[in-house]
């Protein structure tokens, strides 16, 4: 069975760019997280899906972050502009029921994110 | 205070030692603790789920201390395999939980 995979596995763009991640969750998962590690801090929670509704979007740090799920499926998440201190790594998690609740989300790769 | 702390190390230890991991959280109202496991530039993995009771998988010993707020993760017979970044993540209260990680701690095995 295919894992949660993210697309790209890195990116360097310059600040003022657009950048779009994508994540494709476990087949079946309705619920889908999106995660930023900063380097040098802890992975930190941005928004969380069900399905294609936003559940959670407390984490996202400014309107410049659009995370969508049409469909229910895959996610993109788009920084727009993107400033310098948007790096990091991005990872992707799905599970099957909320997560944590006593269930295992599973992550992807990740996508590292570097503005120049 | 950050809501889940951990020592990021490096631990270095030598090959069969035995290893221990603390990692305390501030909500006692928490109510979900894991461990994941993270290799270098990997994506997160879960090693094993917290509960009250406790729990050991193989060589791998979790515990929870609700009174003092911090579960503890102990390695018997280190393999240089182990060699990674554990994260502790540690779940929120009430229907609807969000997650907090702590920094993780780097696990170094030596032959």
């Known amino acids: 069975e295919a894992g949660v995979t993210q697309f790209p596995s890195h990116s360097v763009i310059e600040k003022g760019q657009t950048v779009t991640l994508r994540c494709d969750p476990i087949s079946g998962h309705d619920n889908l997280y999106w995660y930023r590690r900063v380097m040098g801090k802890e992975i930190k929670f941005l928004l969380h899906f069900v399905k294609e509704s936003k559940q959670d979007e407390s984490g996202m740090p400014n309107n410049r972050f659009l995370a969508e799920r049409t469909g229910g499926t895959y996610s993109t998440l788009k920084v727009q502009p993107a400033e310098l201190e948007d790096s990091g790594v991005y990872f992707c998690a799905s599970s099957q029921v909320p997560f944590p609740g006593y269930t295992e989300a599973f992550f992807g790769q990740g996508t590292r994110l570097t503005v120049v | 205070r950050k809501e889940v702390e951990q020592d990021p190390g490096p631990f270095n230890v030598p090959e069969g030692a035995t290893v221990a991991f603390n990692c305390t959280y501030s909500n006692s109202a928490s109510q979900s603790f894991f461990w994941y496991r993270q290799d270098c530039r990997k994506e997160p993995k879960l090693l094993m789920s917290?509960?009250?009771s406790g729990n050991e998988d193989g060589r791998f010993t979790a515990q929870l201390n609700r009174a003092s707020q911090y579960i503890s993760l102990l390695i018997r017979d280190s393999k240089l395999s182990d060699s990674a970044t554990y994260l502790c993540v540690v779940g929120g209260s009430g229907g609807y939980q969000k997650v907090t990680f702590g920094i993780g701690t780097k696990l170094q095995v030596i032959p």
């Open positions: 917290v509960y009250s």
